[in-house]
């Protein structure tokens, strides 16, 4: 059974940075690609960018190009997203989930989510 | 970007009874293969979004078989044949055409 396990709940001030964490495990890392959904409170799901790690290769949703850095540990089945100059707007729910980069069968398992509030 | 539009916006149900949620793309999510590259997924209250349907009518692993998804191009529609309690929540369709993904708004179905 495959699982994906995010790091705990971050409070950040303005301008600052976070990086969130989802590591899996009972799967194959390098075979899949992991993709980072954003949910700010009371809205919709925003997907942020994803990665193939076997591959490293990257993509980004042009509104996070930038300011949005996705990496992955293939050692350690660990992928990571950061996020530099955080502001109020970045308070969200922050999922990974994970699909196959070769089969378009969608995002089938997705970790339970870190929120991460930005305030002063 | 694709630009994805999903109604209604809210879907108030009663159980037993069918329900539909329609999905719309700003482009043709058909892809060179004859496929639609559409996903459904829905996000319980206080839960982490689960995928529903891939392929735009390929049922995931587990899903009950009242969900459906039809559709192609760039109109889509999920089904559930009898609506129960457990089926509340947000229903979210997500294009998987190109590399860049993109959500719809979201459907809010409850129990009258």
């Known amino acids: 059974q495959v699982q994906l396990v995010q790091s705990g709940a971050e409070v950040k001030k303005p301008g600052s940075s976070v990086k969130v964490s989802c590591k899996a495990s009972?799967?194959?890392?390098?075979?899949?690609?992991m993709n980072w959904v954003r949910q700010a409170p009371g809205q919709g799901l925003e997907w942020m960018g994803g990665?193939?790690?076997?591959?490293?290769?990257?993509n980004y949703a042009q509104k996070f190009q930038g300011r949005v850095t996705i990496t992955a540990d293939e050692s350690t089945s660990t992928a990571y997203m950061e996020v530099s100059s955080l502001r109020s707007e970045d308070t969200a729910v922050y999922y990974c989930?994970?699909?196959?980069?070769?089969?378009?069968?969608?995002?089938?398992?997705w970790g339970q989510g870190t929120t991460v509030t930005v305030s002063s | 970007d694709i630009v994805m539009t999903q109604s209604p916006l809210s879907l108030p149900v009663t159980p037993g009874e069918p329900a539909s949620i329609s999905c719309r793309s700003s482009?043709?999510?058909?892809?060179?293969?004859?496929?639609?590259?559409l996903d459904w997924y829905l996000q319980k209250p206080g839960q982490s979004p689960q995928l529903l349907i891939y392929l735009a009518s390929n049922r995931a692993s587990g899903v009950p078989d009242r969900f459906s998804g039809s559709g192609s191009g760039t109109n889509f529609t999920l089904n559930i044949s009898r609506v129960e309690a457990e089926d509340v929540g947000v229903y979210y369709c997500?294009?998987?055409?190109?590399?860049?993904?993109?959500f719809g708004g979201g459907t809010k179905v409850e129990i009258k």
């Open positions: 990665i193939i790690p076997m591959f490293e290769s990257v």
């Open positions: 009972g799967g194959t890392f390098s075979s899949y690609a």
């Open positions: 989930a994970r699909s196959q980069w070769e089969l378009p069968w969608g995002m089938d398992v």
């Open positions: 997500m294009q998987a055409l190109e590399s860049l993904f993109t």
């Open positions: 482009q043709s999510l058909l892809h060179s293969n004859g496929d639609s590259y």
